[in-house]
T-cell receptor, first 115, second 112 residues
Framework: DAGITQSPRHKVTETGTPVTLRCHQTENHRYMYWYRQDPGHGLRLIHYSYGVKDTDKGEVSDGYSVSRSKTEDFLLTLESATSSQTSVYFC??????????????FGQGTRLTVV | GNSVTQMEGPVTLSEEAFLTINCTYTATGYPSLFWYVQYPGEGLQLLLKATKADDKGSNKGFEATYRKETTSFHLEKGSVQVSDSAVYFCALSEGAGTALIFGKGTTLSVSS
């Protein structure tokens, strides 16, 4: 199994509070991704990174920011959590572009509830 | 923009039945196509993939053929097992540095 760890695995937080989710990898893969999974929507890309300090927005980036100061860590921050951000968040990694026949590996997910 | 459309679920089958989950895509270029599977309480795992037209991906008895003329990548299995119960996601990636774009997922439930 690919070495990818998400923390925390579960979190309940109050509306308006900041929240940071962490994705840690031990594979030295270049690409890292944050997705959210919601019923009826499948997985939607929030942000991704193609190297240290290199990030780009995905389909549903509003209300989220990311940082990648080291190859192994990709942080997702909700600056002021809202109930619409209640979701399961998945981190994924890939050695190079998945378009180039490279597999993406997924973490086990973080279940976030905003009350 | 690029998108993936999967058949609505849930799909409920008896053990040893034939499975088809339809997937069609919209893309401006020549994407790579993937099927991922998510077992209960777990993250997604790559099931199979195809990177060019007419390629057939296969794994664990599942197959899917990249059909450029119909922009489809339907997942099939000849005889499903209870252990195949999961959510199946079709996905595409187009161009260097681009991420996976997923369909909404199809839940498969197999009973003995």
């Amino acid at each position: 199994d690919a070495g990818i760890t998400q923390s925390p695995r579960h979190k309940v937080t109050e509306t308006g509070t900041p929240v940071t989710l962490r994705c840690h990898q031990t594979e030295n893969h270049r690409y890292m991704y944050w997705y959210r999974q919601d019923p009826g929507h499948g997985l939607r890309l929030i942000h991704y990174s193609y190297g240290v300090k290199d990030t780009d927005k995905g389909e549903v980036s509003d209300g989220y920011s990311v940082s990648r100061s080291k190859t192994e860590d990709f942080l997702l921050t909700l600056e002021s959590a809202t109930s619409s951000q209640t979701s399961v968040y998945f981190c994924a990694i890939s050695e190079s572009s998945v378009w180039l026949n490279t597999e993406a590996f997924f973490g086990q997910g973080t279940r976030l509830t905003v009350v | 923009g690029n998108s993936v459309t999967q058949m609505e679920g849930p799909v409920t089958l008896s053990e040893e039945a034939f499975l088809t989950i339809n997937c069609t895509y919209t893309a401006t270029g020549y994407p790579s196509l993937f099927w991922y599977v998510q077992y209960p309480g777990e993250g997604l795992q790559l099931l199979l993939k195809a990177t060019k037209a007419d390629d057939k991906g296969s794994n664990k008895g599942f197959e899917a053929t990249y059909r450029k003329e119909t922009t489809s990548f339907h997942l099939e299995k000849g005889s499903v097992q209870v252990s195949d119960s999961a959510v199946y996601f079709c996905a595409l990636s187009e161009g260097a540095g681009t991420a996976l774009i997923f369909g909404k997922g199809t839940t498969l439930s197999v009973s003995s």
